[in-house]
């Protein structure tokens, strides 16, 4: 885990937050990605697993492709 702030950083490892020492690892795998009605906008659908559950999320993205090889997503999903 690693941010702009450090101290921040070491309170969201605690086993209060995300347990890092316990759960090192977090996955959010998609099960399908659809357009949006936005052009450039997408909805992936799928799993995130989080301190041993998982548990469905949708994360909507914006994608900009850069160039051919590169490209840029910025999103953001709903946990609660």
């Not at 101290?7 to 995300?18: C, G, H, I, Y």
């Amino acid at each position: 885990l690693s941010m702009g702030d450090s101290d921040m950083a070491q309170t969201l490892k605690m086993n209060e937050w995300f347990a890092t020492s316990e759960f090192p690892v977090a996955v959010y795998q998609s099960s399908k990605i659809s357009k949006a009605a936005t052009p450039g906008d997408y909805i992936a659908e799928g799993t995130l697993t989080l301190r041993g559950k998982s548990l469905p999320l949708k994360l909507y993205f914006h994608m900009q492709m850069l160039n051919d090889n590169t490209a840029k997503a910025t999103g953001y999903a709903d946990l609660l």
